[in-house]
């Protein structure tokens, strides 16, 4: 009995001591606090003047410490103005001008993405200018055709001497390349010592027999010795009128390209054509090409030809021989593709005489030109999807993708054709509003 009694007496001391700690939070702390609430409201009265002061303290400090950021990555914060080293874009006063790029209205928002980008990008405009352009080429150094000369048979006989041996042999003019035995050449020898024993005083006709002969190909020379000596000359000699390397004309060697090398065993080789044979009237005996004058021809690619003109000051390096580099002018560019070639070829004609570069050589060329007046844009400026250039034009506060017509890609710039008007303002970087070429969408 006396154990219960005392569990009682506990228990109604807790209780109690519960009510009073209630009344204490919840009904007697309220008042007090609502009292010393006022007695700080009058303390903040007087001194509202100091904390006043201390706030524009604080105002101006702000504004001598701007931050600034990148309005396409609001990650970036700097104490000064710069760019941003993610995008690239000039970092923006917070709470200034990025604004612009938030006050967009609904319905460009709504715009399809793949037609409309939102964004405060650099922008250009179309330059209008003259672009001095550098062209790289290849080529190689050929005979001048226009120096090439023939050694033909003015009449039909047999061969009875023959003074050169090999191809490529060099001639010089006026040099013996053969003795030809001709029926009919001895016909006009006789024609004409005929006349001199039987009509000497006949001097129109003598004179019409000498000339005949010197048609046919003999020398005045030879002429008044045969009217001298009053004897044929039973072999007629024929002489180079051309100072080059010999080439052979016959029908079993055929004429190759400007510059082409034929094998080094046929190049070598005797001549086709032996004393005793016979050789028509008319028949190309030999072409003799000079050394010294030759050209050489440059391979300028398709996409680059409409920078080349005639005129250009050409610096061409022989590759056999780096030192003999030596200055020209484009002198002649071939209208047409040559067959299987994807390239337009320019000639440079150039004395050889004193350098002596061997036909043949491959060679280096470096072409100065200046393209005629046009628009250009940075290549950065403009997307290529294939077939379609597009760049992105600057509307409202955003970009809207637009097409127009290239022509020619120059260093890091390219040439506008159409599409776009100086008045234009297109994003200086295309590439930045698009992560991919096919979500491009354009009006055709």
Not at 381 to 398: N, W, Y
Request: proline share 5%; aromatic share 8%; glycine share 6%.
């Amino acid at each position: 009995m006396k154990t219960k009694k005392i569990v009682i007496i506990i228990s109604s001391v807790v209780l109690l001591l519960t009510v009073v700690a209630w009344l204490y939070f919840k009904v007697l702390l309220p008042k007090n606090n609502t009292s010393h609430e006022g007695m700080a409201g009058m303390e903040n009265m007087n001194t509202g003047k100091d904390k006043m002061g201390d706030k524009n303290l604080n105002t101006s400090g702000e504004q001598e410490k701007a931050i600034y950021t990148c309005p396409m990555h609001p990650e970036i914060i700097r104490d000064a103005p710069g760019s941003c080293p993610i995008c690239g874009m000039t970092l923006v006063k917070k709470g200034g001008t990025e604004k612009m790029i938030t006050e967009v209205d609904l319905n460009t928002l709504l715009q399809p993405s793949n037609e409309f980008v939102v964004s405060s990008i650099p922008v250009t405009t179309l330059q209008t200018e003259r672009q001095p352009v550098e062209v790289d080429a290849l080529g190689v150094i050929s005979y001048d055709t226009r120096q090439v000369g023939t050694i033909s048979a003015r009449y039909a006989g047999r061969i009875e001497k023959l003074y050169v041996r090999y191809r490529f042999q060099k001639v010089t003019k006026g040099q013996r390349i053969m003795d030809i035995y001709s029926p009919e050449l001895m016909t006009a020898q006789q024609n004409l010592l005929f006349l001199l024993r039987n009509d000497a005083t006949n001097a129109p006709l003598i004179s019409a027999s000498q000339q005949r002969l010197m048609l046919l190909g003999m020398t005045s020379t030879q002429v008044a010795g045969i009217s001298q000596s009053g004897k044929p000359l039973l072999a007629v000699p024929v002489y180079s009128g051309y100072t080059g390397h010999i080439h052979e004309a016959t029908a079993t060697m055929a004429p190759l390209p400007p510059g082409a090398m034929r094998d080094v065993t046929i190049t070598t080789d005797e001549l086709s054509l032996r004393p005793g044979m016979y050789i028509q009237k008319g028949q190309s005996l030999f072409s003799v090409y000079n050394p010294n004058k030759v050209w050489a021809t440059l391979n300028i690619y398709a996409d680059m030809h409409m920078l080349v003109q005639k005129g250009d000051t050409v610096v061409i390096v022989p590759e056999t021989a780096p030192a003999k580099k030596f200055r020209g002018k484009i002198d002649f560019i071939e209208p047409f593709f040559r067959q299987g070639s994807k390239t337009i070829t320019a000639r440079v004609y150039f004395d050889n005489s004193t350098m002596q570069v061997p036909i043949g050589s491959q060679v280096r060329a470096t072409i100065f030109s200046t393209f005629e007046q046009a628009s250009w844009l940075p290549s950065s400026a403009v997307v290529s999807l294939g077939a379609d250039k597009v760049v992105f034009v600057k509307q409202g506060g955003g970009f809207k993708a637009h097409k127009l017509i290239t022509g020619l890609a120059y260093k890091d710039k390219i040439q506008v054709v159409s599409g776009l008007t100086i008045k234009d303002t297109v994003a200086q970087n295309a590439q930045f509003l698009t992560d991919s070429e096919s979500f491009i969408k354009i009006n055709q």
